[in-house]
């Protein structure tokens, strides 16, 4: 993929931790080249955009109208651009989450024990009411959470009862080159950075509901989003997650409901409010956040990103993203432009940038080091 993940350390900066973990290019790349590009490991539409069949709730693609597929049992009302995306959304978490019957294939496993009527009920129930309050709130940390939830158990079904051939490549979780087998995408998910989350009142609804959902779907699995194994989840993708937008978004979302201290934030270039909805990336992730970024990302009709050079790249370089709007909007001042994009920043990662264009005082460079993490310097 042309980069490689790092931890470096910097030796003369103050007021900042000393280590992160940072992508860095492999090779050298002139302003406008492709970097690479890179499928999500989970993605969510937004969830005022989930029943309206505009876009393919799994890749995003937008849908003609009366050609989309539709399953009458998905109670979220999710709709597809073509049976392989419903194939694979279904297998990965949909199924799982929203729908009905048995959770592994048939030719999985054999003599599995169908649910009863009134199981059957009592799940569709607690899914019911999951999807109410998802339309409610509007929000969608909360799902992801979920959807990875059962992208684990996803991962186990596929060993097995693997998907056909052509379904592979587009599911499969991106991977680091490393001689360990055992090294996998839910350990780099460790070494994410993250939000403190408090375990609020209405944090600890939306984690109830969707408790309520796996259990009913799989004994035991409930175990994997107890409450200290959810807030930190919840802090990795509200800290990572990026938001997809097209052609520089959309103008139709809906503002966030609730005090401010409640939105949920993306790493969203052209700014959150003009996403269709927000994924996690395993090697994206790794791009810290600049105000005068190296890269910028690129989405060509669906959610896979492609990640594009901003200038002259250079072997070696740390390659940054703007996690927000960095430009001035309707005619704003300079200065108002700045102050509001550092109040995003401190809101949404909870950071102040010091970068020269938010401080207006030029940067110093600072010493750095690689720290001696064998497996982060593998290529991915």
């Given at each position: 993929?042309?980069?490689?993940?790092?931890?470096?350390?910097?030796?003369?900066?103050?007021?900042?931790?000393?280590?992160?973990?940072?992508?860095?290019?492999?090779?050298?790349?002139?302003?406008?080249?492709?970097?690479?590009?890179?499928?999500?490991?989970?993605?969510?539409?937004?969830?005022?955009?989930?029943?309206?069949?505009?876009?393919?709730?799994?890749?995003?693609?937008?849908?003609?109208?009366?050609?989309?597929?539709?399953?009458?049992?998905?109670?979220?009302?999710?709709?597809?651009?073509?049976?392989?995306?419903?194939?694979?959304?279904?297998?990965?978490?949909?199924?799982?989450?929203?729908?009905?019957?048995?959770?592994?294939?048939?030719?999985?496993?054999?003599?599995?024990?169908?649910?009863?009527?009134?199981?059957?009920?009592?799940?569709?129930?607690?899914?019911?009411?999951?999807?109410?309050?998802?339309?409610?709130?509007?929000?969608?940390?909360?799902?992801?959470?979920?959807?990875?939830?059962?992208?684990?158990?996803?991962?186990?079904?596929?060993?097995?009862?693997?998907?056909?051939?052509?379904?592979?490549?587009?599911?499969?979780?991106?991977?680091?080159?490393?001689?360990?087998?055992?090294?996998?995408?839910?350990?780099?998910?460790?070494?994410?950075?993250?939000?403190?989350?408090?375990?609020?009142?209405?944090?600890?609804?939306?984690?109830?509901?969707?408790?309520?959902?796996?259990?009913?779907?799989?004994?035991?699995?409930?175990?994997?989003?107890?409450?200290?194994?959810?807030?930190?989840?919840?802090?990795?993708?509200?800290?990572?997650?990026?938001?997809?937008?097209?052609?520089?978004?959309?103008?139709?979302?809906?503002?966030?409901?609730?005090?401010?201290?409640?939105?949920?934030?993306?790493?969203?270039?052209?700014?959150?409010?003009?996403?269709?909805?927000?994924?996690?990336?395993?090697?994206?992730?790794?791009?810290?956040?600049?105000?005068?970024?190296?890269?910028?990302?690129?989405?060509?009709?669906?959610?896979?990103?492609?990640?594009?050079?901003?200038?002259?790249?250079?072997?070696?370089?740390?390659?940054?993203?703007?996690?927000?709007?960095?430009?001035?909007?309707?005619?704003?001042?300079?200065?108002?432009?700045?102050?509001?994009?550092?109040?995003?920043?401190?809101?949404?990662?909870?950071?102040?940038?010091?970068?020269?264009?938010?401080?207006?005082?030029?940067?110093?460079?600072?010493?750095?080091?690689?720290a001696p993490d064998v497996i982060l310097e593998k290529g991915v």
């Open positions: 993929m042309n980069v490689v993940v790092r931890q470096i350390i910097a030796t003369e900066q103050a007021n900042s931790s000393p280590r992160k973990v940072v992508l860095i290019a492999s090779k050298d790349f002139q302003h406008g080249e492709e970097i690479y590009k890179e499928h999500p490991v989970i993605a969510q539409l937004d969830i005022d955009l989930e029943g309206t069949a505009q876009y393919c709730s799994h890749c995003f693609r937008a849908l003609q109208s009366g050609k989309s597929i539709t399953p009458p049992e998905d109670l979220l009302g999710s709709a597809y651009c073509s049976t392989e995306c419903q194939m694979i959304s279904d297998t990965q978490s949909q199924n799982l989450l929203f729908g009905r019957g048995p959770l592994v294939p048939n030719e999985a496993v054999t003599g599995q024990l169908e649910r009863t009527e009134a199981a059957e009920a009592e799940r569709r129930a607690y899914q019911q009411a999951f999807v109410d309050f998802l339309k409610a709130c509007g929000w969608t940390q909360v799902l992801l959470v979920g959807r990875f939830c059962a992208r684990h158990v996803s991962e186990e079904v596929k060993k097995l009862a693997p998907l056909p051939a052509s379904l592979v490549e587009r599911s499969a979780l991106p991977e680091p080159i490393t001689p360990s087998p055992e090294y996998t995408f839910y350990d780099h998910v460790e070494r994410l950075k993250f939000l403190e989350i408090q375990p609020t009142e209405m944090v600890m609804l939306e984690h109830n509901l969707l408790q309520d959902v796996l259990k009913k779907a799989v004994a035991g699995l409930e175990e994997v989003v107890e409450i200290n194994k959810y807030l930190a989840m919840k802090g990795r993708i509200a800290y990572n997650s990026i938001g997809v937008a097209f052609d520089g978004g959309r103008d139709d979302r809906a503002d966030p409901k609730g005090r401010v201290e409640t939105w949920e934030w993306s790493r969203t270039p052209v700014g959150t409010e003009r996403q269709i909805g927000s994924a996690l990336y395993r090697v994206s992730s790794y791009l810290t956040h600049s105000c005068s970024p190296s890269v910028r990302l690129c989405f060509k009709g669906t959610n896979e990103l492609h990640l594009i050079a901003n200038r002259a790249i250079s072997k070696g370089e740390h390659l940054t993203m703007s996690y927000t709007s960095i430009e001035a909007k309707n005619g704003e001042a300079p200065e108002v432009a700045r102050r509001q994009r550092r109040i995003r920043l401190a809101r949404g990662w909870r950071f102040a940038c010091e970068c020269e264009a938010c401080t207006g005082k030029k940067s110093e460079v600072v010493g750095t080091m690689t």
